[in-house]
Nanobody, 121 residues
Framework: QVQLVESGGGVAQPGGSLRLSCVAS????????MGWFRQAPGTEREFVAA????????SYADSVKGRFTISRDSAKNTLHLQMNSLKPEDTAVYYC??????????????WGQGTQVTVSS
């Protein structure tokens, strides 16, 4: 069983930055991709970014391209999401996930508990 624990959420002003982290435990040597989803109030969860665990391939939602950067530290089983130029519409609960495939076409199998990001002046 994989446990994913996020941290780093909080409040930022428009144009500001936040860095989310996710520590994975209970994870054997899986090559499945990992990533981030988010859910704003009254909306469905949506894909934000994903990263391959066997290459440096990454994928981003169009809404965050050029502003967010996903990275990983395999030695520490840690995933990061650097969020810059934040907008009010980035306000959501952000979830760390492990997908059920090596590539990005799979569905999330494991979810963290989520961390709140609020962008407001």
């Amino acid at each position: 069983q994989v446990q994913l624990v996020e941290s780093g959420g909080g409040v930022a002003q428009p144009g500001g930055s936040l860095r989310l982290s996710c520590v994975a435990s209970g994870r054997t040597a899986s090559n499945n991709a990992m990533g981030w989803f988010r859910q704003a109030p009254g909306t469905e969860r949506e894909f934000v970014a994903a990263i391959s665990m066997i290459s440096r391939r990454v994928s981003y939602a169009d809404s965050v391209k050029g502003r967010f950067t996903i990275s990983r530290d395999s030695a520490k089983n840690t995933l990061h999401l650097q969020m810059n130029s934040l907008k009010p519409e980035d306000t959501a609960v952000y979830y760390c996930v492990e997908l059920d495939t090596v590539g990005f076409s799979g569905a999330p199998t494991y979810w963290g508990q989520g961390t709140q990001v609020t962008v407001s002046s």
